[in-house]
């Protein structure tokens, strides 16, 4: 499967717990993106990266929230001292730069429960 | 506060029929209108995208409607089948840098056998 892949699928976590969440974009994609999508709703932007560079991120992502991609290829979010409220699904998309960078591919999410 | 606005949120259609799912936008530079589609469990797949300088684009089953002097575009779906129940988004790149992308809340579609 040459798609976008995310791991883990699935994580339960306690409140105040560290997570991390690794994706692996499509391999020839530059643009990589992450998301979050809470029940019923439409996915938020979070962060993106092009390359190994984070140009931007959103007011969602606070200071509990870091994302690397260190070498410009597979990317991690890592969520310090989880809440209750980062309960969601957690999607990572890439893209090609240029025009069609708005063309994105997501992952199948990582699911996210903080007990 | 949502800069796509997405309607219905929810749609029942006969197998056979026609679905019709609705976007506005307030953004004129917009310049990239994707839909995506989501099953229960799985991330967004992109179905269909438009430009603005086209009022129309038929990809099988699927036409994207645009109409700019509204702001407003839609997603026919042509024949629905059941195998097409799932949660329907448009989206727009927030700029035309980044183009990080900006969803409507979601139609859940349920077409009826």
């Known amino acids: 499967d040459t798609g976008v892949s995310q791991d883990p699928r699935h994580k339960i976590t306690k409140r105040g717990q560290n997570v991390t969440f690794r994706c692996d974009p499509i391999?020839?994609?530059?643009?990589l993106y992450w998301y979050r999508q809470t029940l019923g709703q439409g996915p938020e932007f979070l962060t993106y990266?092009?390359?190994?560079?984070?140009?931007?991120k959103s007011r969602l992502l606070s200071d509990r929230f870091s994302a690397e991609r260190p070498k410009g290829s597979f990317s991690t979010l890592e969520i310090q001292r989880t809440e209750q409220g980062d309960s969601a699904m957690y999607l990572c998309a890439s893209s090609l730069n240029g025009p069609t960078a708005w063309a994105q591919y997501f992952g199948p999410g990582t699911r996210l429960l903080v007990l | 506060q949502q800069q796509v606005k997405q309607s219905p949120q929810s749609l029942i259609v006969q197998k056979g029929g026609i679905s019709i799912i609705n976007c506005a936008y307030e953004n004129t530079a917009f310049d990239y209108f994707p839909w995506y589609q989501q099953f229960p469990g799985k991330g967004p797949a992109l179905l269909i995208a438009?430009?603005?300088?086209?009022s129309e684009k038929k990809e099988g089953r699927f036409t994207i409607s645009f109409n700019k002097s509204a702001k407003q575009f839609s997603l026919h779906i042509m024949d629905s089948q059941p195998g097409d129940s799932a949660t329907y988004f448009c989206a727009a790149p927030i700029d035309n840098a980044g183009n990080m992308l900006t969803f409507g809340g979601g139609t859940r579609l349920m077409v009826k056998p």
């Open positions: 438009i430009r603005p300088d086209v």
């Open positions: 391999s020839e994609h530059n643009r």
């Open positions: 990266f092009q390359n190994e560079a984070q140009l931007e």
